[in-house]
């Protein structure tokens, strides 16, 4: 009489095993498909950053014949009379002798817009290093405007309405013939690196950003990391258990959690306006920074502290060392991998940060990089934020490239807490 019951109750359950396992299998693929998913959306996202960011490495030049016949100093002036000369006029005299087809105010002001408004300091730098081109007619490469290189490098075409672009028919009917005549050239965008921001597209540089961002992160991690360091060995090795450590650790697990423009007001209303710091400068960049990613370096710090073998500690204190010796000299070392990771990841939170820095003023326009963190300046985040706020094509691809530069950046931080956790841990 039992045997049906066993029967049945043997087939139940093979049923349920089935669903279990038909449950955990759909449950696999879910969780395959939401990788998948995360994958293409960032490979999405970079294709679309590359793709745009690309062509702001290159930048587009023109070979213009210039005519320095009739200029108005000599090849034996002086440098400052040599700096101060009006090379503009120079180059489109020159223009218009390369084209004396081209007559009326608005063809000539289409002609000359053809060259970046930077093209007279390229021939200036040129006459200053080799006075002797004075009284000559000579083939010099000058910076193309962002217009005419977007043409030339294929990201506008004749197929869009004239209304619609800023490359009119006619630039491009010369930009043609300068191409056929071999006198176009595409070169690596060096000045993207070495200048500062600027209202022409072709000219604007992460030079003044690349600078400002050094200064604010070191003066972030001179502040961050010892103390940040130092208050996770005493609140795990040292503080007594009590309320007031409660309510201390309660206040950084919170302090974690703060919307970063809270700290960019507390900087605003103190520093600046309290302290009165220089505004839009590295060093309160820095300071309040510094109070955003503490919390992060204290609480990864304690985990780190927290991982180390209670071994360890038993061991240094049998063989007679102190409490402040074994935390130091056993201790630390050990957890010194957590530490730094936890560290740099943070440091690499504050390389992205630009609501903070945008309430304290260092979304200014700068062209001057900075000789010291009381010096102003802005960073990368915040550069980035002004160029995709400008409606020239050219700051969209100067957009793109900035913040290529800046994931660079993020992974060469992330890579370098791998490689230290790597390397302590064999130790």
Do not use: C
Request: net charge positive; charged share 20%; aromatic share 10%.
């Amino acid at each position: 009489m039992n045997k049906p019951n066993a029967y049945k109750n043997s087939a139940a359950i093979q049923a349920s095993l089935k669903k279990r396992y038909a449950r955990e299998r759909r449950f696999q693929w879910y969780g395959r498909l939401a990788v998948l998913t995360g994958f293409i959306f960032l490979f999405i996202l970079l294709f679309d950053i590359i793709s745009k960011g690309a062509p702001a490495f290159t930048q587009q030049y023109i070979k213009v014949s210039v005519d320095l016949t009739d200029f108005e100093l000599q090849s034996d002036a002086s440098q400052e009379q040599l700096f101060r000369a009006d090379y503009m006029s120079v180059i489109k005299s020159s223009l218009r002798e390369m084209f004396p087809e081209v007559s009326g105010r608005k063809p000539k002001k289409q002609l000359y817009r053809l060259l970046s408004a930077g093209a007279e300091y390229d021939l200036r730098d040129k006459v200053m290093d080799d006075p002797r081109l004075i009284g000559k007619t000579t083939d010099i490469w000058l910076r193309a405007h962002s217009e005419s290189g977007s043409y030339l490098k294929g990201q506008v075409t004749g197929d869009t309405p004239e209304s619609e672009r800023k490359v009119k028919d006619q630039q491009m009917v010369w930009l043609d013939q300068l191409r056929q005549e071999g006198r176009t050239e595409s070169r690596f965008n060096i000045a993207f690196f070495t200048q500062g921001d600027s209202r022409e597209p072709e000219m604007a540089g992460i030079k003044v950003a690349l600078y400002g961002s050094f200064f604010t992160l070191l003066v972030t991690f001179a502040i961050a990391f010892p103390i940040g360091v130092f208050a996770a060995i005493y609140l795990e090795e040292f503080a007594p258990r009590n309320r007031i450590t409660d309510l201390i650790e309660i206040n950084i697990n919170n302090l974690a959690a703060v919307p970063s423009i809270v700290f960019g007001l507390l900087g605003l209303a103190v520093f600046i306006n309290f302290f009165e710091l220089p505004r839009s400068a590295p060093l309160v960049g820095g300071i309040v920074l510094s109070l955003m990613t503490l919390p992060t370096i204290i609480i990864t710090s304690r985990a780190a502290i927290q991982s180390v073998s209670p071994s360890i500690r038993e061991a240094a204190l049998g063989v007679g060392a102190s409490k402040l010796q074994t935390v130091f000299h056993h201790v630390l070392p050990v957890a010194m991998p957590g530490i730094l990771t936890g560290s740099i990841i943070g440091m690499a939170q504050a390389l992205g940060e630009s609501a903070p820095l945008l309430m304290i003023g260092m979304v200014a326009f700068i062209m001057d990089a900075p000789a010291g963190v009381t010096d102003p300046a802005t960073v990368l985040p915040v550069q980035i934020f002004l160029w995709a706020d400008s409606p020239e094509r050219g700051f969209t691809e100067k957009t793109s490239a900035a913040i290529m530069v800046l994931m660079g950046f993020l992974i060469v931080m992330n890579a370098l807490a791998v490689y230290l956790r790597k390397r302590f841990e064999l130790k």
